[in-house]
């Protein structure tokens, strides 16, 4: 029963993440205002809305104007919804599940709006570091300062990173790391592995394939892959570090 809950809520949560997704970086309201068709402007009928199924039942097209809607919009529905009952199913306790919900809910439209406009905005950064600390007050206040330290020396590593190869980096990347830090404690070293691998993995395959003159041209926003890293340490980073004491000791 949690987890259908879970799931529906997830669904619904991840709606929402993509008007956040599209009206923030517009400075738009994300609260007030229907969704409009982005083609013609015609307001979208609430039963057309819900999730993933008026995608389904439009068959991905606007009922006015007929013109295409993105599948981004189902996908994100349905990564949030599996995400949500994951950090669920995985929680011990309340404190892991409510901070694993709330970096699902920064990350998704952080990697969104990154791709889209290459910008991690203060908006997002900053309250999600706030609810971070609250939580951790209110649950652990004796883990508090791991999430501090974890937040400072993630800002800090992707500082010296930025600076030493700024391509595809900005100060957004080191808030969204410290912002990794605070909700990961220790794990954040995971998060951080697993998003510059990924980058490095996925710019070479770009590099294979359009060459490596237009390659290096082509800046991918480290955001998304940084956003990754923090789902695999969300999910792994426990049993990452745990196997990492252990054999190398
Ligand atoms: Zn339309």
């Not at 987890?3 to 599209?22: E, K, T």
């Not at 599948?71 to 404190?95: C, D, F, N, Q, T």
């Not at 309250?127 to 800002?155: F, N, S, Y």
Request: hydrophobic share 55%; aromatic share 6%; net charge positive.
């Amino acid at each position: 029963m949690p987890f259908a809950l879970a799931a529906l809520g997830g669904l619904v949560i991840g709606s929402f993440l993509n008007v956040v997704a599209y009206r923030l970086p517009r400075g738009e309201s994300l609260v007030s205002g229907r969704s409009r068709c982005p083609s013609c402007g015609t307001h979208i009928k609430p039963y057309d809305n819900v999730p993933v199924v008026g995608w389904l039942l439009l068959r991905g097209h606007c009922r006015h104007c007929g013109a295409r809607i993105s599948p981004r919009y189902p996908i994100v529905e349905l990564v949030s919804a599996v995400l949500a009952v994951a950090v669920v199913l995985r929680g011990h306790s309340g404190r892991e599940i409510a901070l694993g919900l709330t970096l699902v809910v920064v990350l998704v439209p952080v990697a969104l709006i990154d791709l889209d406009h290459r910008i991690i905005p203060n908006r997002i950064t900053l309250p999600a570091a706030v609810a971070a600390v609250a939580i951790g007050l209110v649950t652990a206040p004796g883990r508090v300062p791991e999430q501090l330290i974890a937040g400072a020396a993630a800002a800090a590593f992707l500082l010296v990173f930025v600076l030493a190869y700024p391509r595809g980096m900005g100060m957004g990347d080191v808030k969204l790391a410290g912002v990794l830090g605070l909700f990961l404690g220790r794990s954040v070293g995971v998060a951080i592995l697993a998003g510059v691998l990924s980058a490095t993995l996925v710019g070479a395959v770009v590099i294979a394939r359009v060459g490596v003159e237009r390659g290096r041209k082509t800046a991918l926003p480290f955001g998304p892959f940084l956003a990754l890293g923090g789902l695999v340490a969300l999910f792994a980073g426990a049993a990452i570090v745990h196997w990492y004491v252990h054999t190398s000791l």
